[in-house]
Structures are given as C-alpha cells and as structure tokens.
C-alpha cells in the first residue's frame, strides 16, 4: 500500500506543480497569456459551480456523497499509510527471526510424511507478534476421513515446528479431494 | 571505529560458524547480509552501529531446537558484539554433508 500511496501523492504533486506554473504564468501576463484569455470549459464551470456550492452550504445530495466518498478514500490512504508494514521475517523469540521459507519447508515437510496426503502447499505470512501464521492446502484422495486426516496433519505439523523450535501464531489447514494423477505423489 | 567493522564481523562470522548446528552463513534474501569496508567484505554478519545481525543457515537435521542454537550463537558472539544488540536470522537449513537423508 505504501508504494501505492507513494504513486498517489507523486501524481497530486506533480498535478499541484503544473497548476502552480500555469498560475504564475497567467497571474503575471507571462509570454502572452492572460487570465482574462482563459477560456473556461463546461467542466470547468461545472466545477467551479460544484464549489460555489460548497461555500454556500448548498449542497445536492449527489454532491454530499461524492465529498463523503473522497472524504472515505482518505481515510483509507491515511490508514494504509499509518499501518505498520507486516514483516518479512518470522519472530521466534527475543533476537531470533526465521527466513519464512523455512518455515514453509518444515511445513511441507511435516504435512507430506503424513499418511493419505498426497500434496501440499503452505502459506506463511509473519506476525508482529512471535509466531507464523501459517496456510496449508492439502490434497488428499476422493473419499478419505477427512476429519481424521486433518487432526493427524494439525499434530504432525505441530510436533514438527515444536521441535524445530518454531511458534506457531495461527496454523488454518484446508483438504482438497484431488485426483492423485494430478498431485505430487499418487500414494503414500 | 577504525578497529573496524569487518574486523567485528570477521569474528562474529568465525564465532557463529564454530557454533553447534551453523551449516554456514546466509548471504541474505532479498539484500545482501554483508559488511563492506575498504573494498573488502564479510558475508553474513551486518555490523550496525547499535545492532550486529548474524545470517546463518543451520544444519538439518537440527541438533537442538533453533531458539537454542540461536541463543548459542549470540552466546558465543557477545565477546565480539560489544554494546551492539545481536540478531539472528536463520535463513534456511541445509542438509549436512555427513548426512544420508
């Protein structure tokens, strides 16, 4: 979001900046130009209608909810511009940080030794806090006991990352039914 | 300062290599982990004037946990780090050359 902003401000700059010349220019009877030349647009009446309105307190109500939707896309640059960025590495404990491919590794690692699970792919994101926040997607085959796959899978992933020392903030397991032809291993 | 930071980081690097589960030292993800001076440098150790980051990739399988690896490397890199706050970031895990995995 920060480098959206960044492009944001960068282009109302660059906006404000021309305004700022062509002002100049024609306040001062630069190169031929005068104010009195300008020839005003009917958008530009439009606009400068829409802020006479302001002024006067005489909004429509179209006006109202176009104010309050500029008013809503600020408050949303502002916040994603104020939000801490999520970083980048896993936190373990005071001074210790882990690469989050590693974790993904350990994470693969665990779920593929797992019985009746055919593939995997893992997600993980790093908290402020210490702990990953970790996404895994499972394949396993059409008609397996889904819900004795899962807590097997959720202990092994955990037993795992104990052991490797990693803290576990969230762990969300999802199975896919898949057809083992397409998976990584057609049986384990 | 002129005692040098690749002198800190040389030390620091030879400290956490001699340290039990260290396969060897990150180079960094997405920037180089480094120290540079005097067109030389030592990869892994990031000498900051308050903080030392120490990148390394540690042995599988994992002799212990990594929080305790962790915690002997900066034991082992304190004498090294003077008031520096040390850091470290364990960046993958390679399988060691003695193993049979």
Do not use: C, W
Not at chain 2, 84 to 100: F, I, M, P, Q
């Amino acid at each position: 979001m920060r480098i959206f902003n960044r492009i944001v401000l960068i282009v109302v700059l660059a906006g404000l900046f021309l305004l700022g010349v062509y002002m100049v220019v024609y306040s001062f009877d630069l190169f031929d130009h005068k104010l009195a030349s300008l020839p005003f647009s009917p958008a530009g009446k439009s606009i400068s209608g829409f802020i006479g309105d302001v002024t006067r307190g005489s909004l429509t109500v179209l006006g109202v909810i176009i104010l309050v939707l500029v008013a809503i896309v600020g408050l949303i640059l502002l916040i994603a511009e104020l939000k801490p960025r999520t970083p980048q590495r896993v936190r373990m404990q005071k001074g210790t940080y882990i690469t989050r491919g590693v974790v993904e590794g350990e994470v693969e690692e665990a779920a593929e030794g797992t019985p009746d699970v055919l593939g995997s792919t893992t997600k993980v994101q790093a908290k402020r806090s210490p702990g990953a926040k970790i996404n895994l997607d499972a394949n396993v085959r059409r008609g397996e006991n889904t819900n004795a796959i899962k807590s097997n899978l959720q202990e092994r992933v955990q037993q795992r990352l104990a052991r490797s020392g990693i803290p576990v903030g969230s762990l969300k397991i999802r199975l896919n039914e898949s057809d083992p032809r397409e998976t990584k291993t057609r049986v384990q | 300062m002129t005692n040098g930071l690749l002198q800190i980081a040389r030390a620091a690097s030879e400290a956490a290599l001699a340290t039990e589960g260290v396969y060897s030292m990150g180079s960094g993800r997405f920037v180089e982990a480094a120290t540079y001076e005097g067109g030389d440098k030592v990869t892994g150790v990031v000498v900051k004037p308050d903080e030392l980051e120490i990148h390394v990739v540690a042995r599988y399988p994992l002799p212990k946990p990594i929080p305790e690896i962790s915690k002997n490397i900066m034991e082992r890199v304190a004498p090294h780090a003077g008031d520096r706050k040390t850091l470290v970031v364990v960046e993958d895990l390679e399988v060691g050359a003695d193993e049979n995995l």
